[in-house]
């Protein structure tokens, strides 16, 4: 390390973390990775038709109030709250982008208020059988109150 130059806090190098600016609240990283699921999505007939797997991976920057959570599940941001929003989502009824499910997973997960920035990547798997998926990634932060 160059001499006088301080090393980054860790916490600021990793994650949805990463882009706090100085003063910002303390954060933790909720995930729920590789959650697949059928899902009538897409633009063509025949996606109407036949549910296909889609694969959901979100991570969430929530405000670090885990030293006074208490050990009780009511004070944190569950992961299974997530889960059941992504099937709820899916369950509405056909979808017709993996961009409108990526954005609607990303405001249940904003519906939280201690959720300050979602991360939702949405990946079709069964599209092409040369290539694993496709799909988006998208990144949403809570607005910031307005001043007066």
């Known amino acids: ?7 980054a806090k860790p916490e600021l190098r990793s994650g949805l973390g990463a882009r706090r600016g100085r003063g910002a609240s303390p954060a933790y990283t909720m995930f729920v990775r590789n959650l697949v699921l059928p899902c009538f999505i897409g633009v063509h007939p025949h996606e109407r038709e ?4 889609v694969r959901i991976n979100v991570d969430l920057a929530v405000a670090d109030a885990i030293a006074a959570a208490g050990d009780d599940i009511a004070n944190v941001v569950a992961y299974e ?3 059941f929003g992504a099937k709820r989502v899916i369950a509405a009824g056909h979808i017709n982008l993996v961009e409108t499910l990526a954005e609607r997973v990303a405001e249940l997960s904003l519906s939280d208020p201690r959720v300050l920035r979602a991360r939702v990547r949405v990946e079709k798997l069964d599209v092409f059988k040369e290539a694993e998926s496709v799909g988006v990634e998208i990144e949403r932060m809570r607005a910031a109150p307005r001043r007066r």
Do not use: D, F, P, T
């Not at 390390?1 to 090393?7: E, H, I, L, N, V």
């Open 1 to 7: 390390m160059a001499r006088g130059r301080k090393a």
């Open 50 to 53: 036949l549910a296909q797997r």
């Open 81 to 83: 709250e997530i889960v």
